[in-house]
T-cell receptor, first 110, second 114 residues
């Protein structure tokens, strides 16, 4: 059974305190791994797609990396506006439907 | 600015009512999806559609149906609303050519069944 586990469930940081969110997965092959950001009461917003181990993508203070078993979302010098829930989703090979993790709730204090 | 639009942000319905949730996308995407999101359970797939007039059951289709008569519109129908269908409902779309593309989500409809 395909599984996607995100850790930690919740993370509190001080502004400027860099950290990483983890998404570990067990799937049969990998068609793609996706990161989303979700603000309270809104739909998720697409951030990145990673397709193969060793790949990296960056956007402002966010950098996503991928290995064969997990992905990290690194947040460098976060600001309060980075506060949100970050969702990871993994699409197995041979499937057109991704499996979502339950998310990491990030709060960045000023 | 391309987007997915859900017709209502908040909805309150009575038990037993037939409820329609509408979703429209302006990106000419073939694939459309309905999810519900509940605290502690994450996103769960209800139904999806690969193209017009096509539909497939997701993980939790019981108590729901869908309609896709036009490419841009995907409707979720609660045949007889129950309190356990109180949830946040999210519509999403993606192009068929990029079936390993990420989704574009709507803003969600928070449905309360009383």
């Amino acid at each position: 059974e395909d599984q996607v586990t995100q850790s930690p469930e919740a993370l509190r940081l001080q502004e400027g305190e860099s950290s990483s969110l983890n998404c570990s997965y067990t799937v049969s092959g990998l068609r793609g791994l996706f990161w989303y950001r979700q603000d309270p009461g809104k739909g998720p917003e697409f951030l990145f797609t990673l397709y193969s181990a060793g790949e990296e993508k960056e956007k402002e203070r966010l950098k996503a990396t991928l290995t064969k078993k997990e992905s990290f979302l690194h947040i460098t010098a976060p600001k309060p506006e980075d506060s949100a829930t970050y969702l990871c989703a993994v699409q197995p090979g041979g499937s057109y439907i991704p499996t979502f993790g339950r998310g990491t709730s990030l709060i960045v204090h000023p | 600015d391309v987007k997915v639009t859900q017709s209502s942000r908040y909805l309150v319905k009575r038990t037993g009512e037939k409820v329609f949730l509408e979703c429209v996308q302006d990106m000419d995407h073939e694939n459309m999806f309905w999810y519900r999101q509940d605290p502690g359970l994450g996103l769960r797939l209800i139904y999806f559609s690969y193209d017009v007039k096509m539909k497939e059951k997701g993980d939790i289709p019981e108590g729901y149906s869908v309609s896709r008569e036009k490419k841009e519109r995907f409707s979720l129908i609660l045949e007889s609303a129950s309190t356990n269908q109180t949830s946040m409902y999210l519509c999403a779309s993606r192009p068929a050519a990029g079936q390993s593309h990420g989704y574009t989500f709507g803003s969600g409809t928070r449905l309360t069944v009383v």
